[in-house]
């Protein structure tokens, strides 16, 4: 491949840099090393514009003055050593000095860089490590879009063309449009057409000539269709002679590719490399294998000469406890003292507070309850003794009061009872009475009486009812409270007063025959009688009253005794409860101090559990001192040692043990290597069988017997590939043919064609001059028409419309035109999706499995959203968006690699790397430098740009430019 490489560059002034040389070396990678401002990224834009021109911006022009631009000295393999000089004033000039001393003009480079101009450079040669981040954005239409418009126009042409024809299209037409130009004029052809068929109405005269016209002009159309026929037919009959010796060739393949052997076709594709690669692992494995058993007896011999005391490592633990409680031993003395000082005071309260509680036991005082929910039961108990005691009294008061209310009350009744008149007085009385109403003739009066005592009587039943409602509701009432003596009583009451209501029944008319009546007494013994008569009727009422008072006042004192049986039963229990606390604390005096003696014996409680609590404390430091003593005297006994201090031989005893913990530990040691190196044979001898049974597994697949048979099945396999590849080829360029085409030149032989071919040709010249005699007849009409038309509407109308239809013709070939192309370029999007596409990422994929040592094989596209998509060693497969950052930035450089290597533009630019891999730890900076020096073995160089000191570091001093800043 021819490869431009740059010698040297002389900046006259550019960007910071002004008179400055810069020489490269020979070797293919250069690197050009400098820290933050020193002009790194001006070299890479000074090369750029040598090439290609100067940017646009005025950036790096020259603020003080001078030539803006310099040389750039290269070897090119055509033209050798040339150099490029570019300056700017106030126009750009380029020359371009070759070998020989020729000067050649600007479009030479042209032609050496095959149309590739800045913005295409920089896509493809010229990336950053902020484009090694940008591969999750990556899928098929993207590249594949990329592809086809950087051979075809430049970098970013594809998304600008694009929007330009759409832009371009939907300014001429658009199907429900109004506003696009190719809408606006087919309207007005519309309004002309309805215009003139409106005038055609109205003149006649010249419909013949019209008829004829139109008949030649369908004639003239059928003509024209049919020379188009033709002529199409006759691109056929030249695409059928052209793919005539293509089947042939594809026949003649496919016979050779029948006569290899089967087993041709099954070998695979890197058979001989994947039998290198496990006889390159196999044999260096298996001197790994012998070194390392001789490594492992010997490390078995130092294992032997070893021996630690087993004993005495056993005891280690305990020594070292011991030495560590050491000083506890020396303080429990200290605390034994004090304990024994605070027990002698503890022991002084409590018998103090035992005085005061006149106790002698103080274990009695242990076993009493001091739990919150006890002394919240005792507080209950004697709050209930003293809230009973009083209630008690309060109940004797109110009964007193009550038994004195309940005895004025009966007296009253009896006062009242005695004032009543017997019921044969008042009889007599009223017969008296009734006899000398009669004997006076006042009949009227004696009707009034009767109507008076009859209202008597009512009321009194109606004071009857009254009574023994009232009796009645307190029965209940009281019953409702369960206070049974006052419900009986007034049950008994009522049955007394209705039995003696019942006795006193009014006088009836047949008593005046029983009695003689008294006839003889005067009108003052009369009225007296009446007198009589209404004061007893009213000591009766008052005798009810008085009888009602009673009842009231009973009830109140059965009252007081229902609350004297309910204090019994309720408080009776806390007089219960209260000596049951006394009995249970051994307190004899008056229950509502039993408080303040709880209080008191809780807290001589808590001083003889404390003086218990000190004395079990003090034995069990006696106890750990003299345990400690004997653990240490059982170890010097051991160590035959009773004679030194426990202090030195608790020292010996650790240092002892750190003797023999050294010899253990260098021993385990010893055992860890020896494990490893197990470790190791074993892993190497499963490599050795595994590489082993893949060897055999080659050349069971491949049908050998052994490794001279397995390569010439190899050879023979390698021809059927090329045999292959061609037919496929083949194959491809029949696709690209019209089905008609081919099924043309399948079905005729190549005279047959040819002769097709003149048959054709010749029915094309007949057809074209009948056209041109039927065009000559449609003028003549036409200006027959004309003379008709000369002065009316119709003819102003019919050139208007011609007009527009022209116009119209026009706007739609344009839009047609714009069309055809957009359907060209996705065609051709398409051809290089399907073919261009694979063969870009196979050969992404051998950039990307050494730079990742081999851990990823393939790179394809998801069928599911066109992401790309990476396939592990192991066969997992992985989205661009699930790789790590370091894995992402080496699939975007095999991709970059691969579109540089398989575009073979043939220019062979040089790559401009500004610190690209500034994130790849030491092994992957490793991998892609060695891939680097792969890429430029065909002789393209290669710039990296860095400022880091381990990305130099990889290189050699003679390959590196340094920049100050």
Sequence with gaps: MKALRIKSLHIYNYGKFSNRTFHFSASPVQVIYGLNEAGKTTMMSFIESMLFGFPKTKKYEPKTGGVYGGILEAEHPEYGVMKIERTKGTAEKLRVYTEKGEVMQGDVLKQLFHGTDRSLYKAIYSFDVFGLQEIHAFNRDKIGEFLLFSSLFGAEAVSKLDSRLTKESERLYKPNGRNPQLNQELETLKQLAVKLKQAETEEAGYHQILEEKRTLEARLAEAETELKETAGYIR???????????????????????????????????????????????????AQLEALRVKMAELDKQRQRLTPDKELLAKETLIQELSAAFHMYQSCGEQLAAIQAQLRQSSAEAAAGLEQLNKTDENELLTMNTSYDYEWQLQQAVQQYVQARDRKRQLDETFELARQELEAAEKAVQAASSAILENSQRKDKEAALKAYDEAQGQYQEQAELREQLNFFERQQAKQKKMVIAAGMLFIVLFLLLQQWIPAISIGAALIVYGLASGKKTPPSRNSRGMRQPMTDISPAEAEALREALWEDDRNKQHLITQRAVLQQKEAAYERVIQQFEQWEADMAPSFTQAERFMNELGFKEDPSFLLDAYSLMKDVKKEVKKKHELTIEAGRLKKHRRTFEERVSMLMSENHSQNISISDALHTLQKNVEREKEIEKQKKGIETDIHYTKEQMLELEQEIKYFQAQIEQLFAAAGAKDRNEYCTIADISRQLKETESKLHRINAQLQGGHPEELELADSNTLSELENKQFSENDRKERLTEEIRQLRSQIALHFVKQEQLEASGLVSDLKLQIEMQKERVKESAKKWASIQMIKQVITNKLERHKKVELPRLLETAGEFFRPLTDGNYKAIYFSETDDSIIVMHDDGTVYHAEELSQGTCEQLYTAIRFALAVTRQDGAGLPFQLDDSFVHFDQERLKRVLDVLYDLSEGGRQILYFTCHDHVKDAFQSSQVIHLVS
């Design 236 to 286: 056929t009959i030249e695409g059928a002679i052209e793919l005539n010796p293509l089947l042939h060739e594809k026949a003649a393949l496919e016979q050779e590719m029948a006569q290899y052997p089967e087993q041709a076709g099954q070998f695979p594709a890197d058979g001989l490399h994947q039998l290198e690669k496990y006889e390159s692992h196999f044999h260096p494995k298996s």
